[in-house]
């Protein structure tokens, strides 16, 4: 079997360019899209995030600005923080870099953004949105994915998807987002007995465990398509998927690759929800309900 490897990084670029043009109109309307991105705390990881996302931001024409705490500021602070950007006519969408300090309780911070400006998506509300098939903003890794599956004109109706993993920034609204284009979905996690069988029977296999490469070619079928979302630093410095790249090569129909898969979607699609934040605040269109 000659696998396609899916090039993410090839179709974010394509993407981006069609929504430059969408933030462009926006500019001469005299409404420059505006993203601002909150990060506490010195994890290193997390800083690299933020300078890719504001560069990102830079190159598609969107304002973007940062709000660095240290580890241990009061979680007060970024309330106050959160509602002024919510007051802010620049500011279209606002993002809190995760993981969050230990002593924060994400869920307050996360709720605490007003609905129109989620463009992660992670809001209870949005959430609820999403699982009722009206999406207000889609979270971006999974939205990648989907956007990926479609511009490979990867048919999912009607397909086995499964998905290995029930977090909540990926594997749970990844699983929506199939269910809600008619695929047949699966969900596994650690505790599903005999991993394999439900892999092999995946047409579309989509990964996000942070297991490195615990996918092999023996678990998947034949022409799957197979989406791998992990990203892993390995001891050498390398980065490597959920996914064994060497091994399903050669069995899988389509394989998106780490680096250069859903990495580069993931950023795309932030750039996507924001500009289409923008649209709306532009159009004068409410979303959500009225605090
Ligand atoms: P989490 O740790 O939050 O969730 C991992 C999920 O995988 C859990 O549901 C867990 O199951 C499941 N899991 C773990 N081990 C196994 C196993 N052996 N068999 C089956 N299921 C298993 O991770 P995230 O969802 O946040 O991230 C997953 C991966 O995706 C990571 O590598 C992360 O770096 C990457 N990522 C990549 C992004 C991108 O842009 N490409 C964006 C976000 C994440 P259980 O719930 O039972 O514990």
Redo the contacts with the bound molecule.
Sequence with gaps: MSTQIIDGKKIAELVRSEWRVRAEKLIQLDMKPGLAVIIVGDNAASAIYVRNKVKACSDIGIYSEVHSFPGNTDQNEILTCIQTLNNNPHIHGILVQLPLPAHFENNRIITSIAIEKDVDGFHFYNVGALVTGNTVFSP??PY?VMVMLQRKQIHVEGQHAVV????????KPMALMLLEQGATVTI?????RN?PEFTKSADILVV????PR?ITGEMVKSGAVVID????RLADGTLC??VDFASVNGVAGYLSP?PG???P???TMLLCNTILAAERAHAGICVGYTR
């Design positions: 971006c890794t990648g290995v993993g029930r977090s909540n920034i990926v594997g596994c996690t650690s505790k599903t991993l996000a465990t942070g297991r615990m979302v992990g990203i892993n998927g959920d780490v898969g859903v990495g979607m993931t950023i």
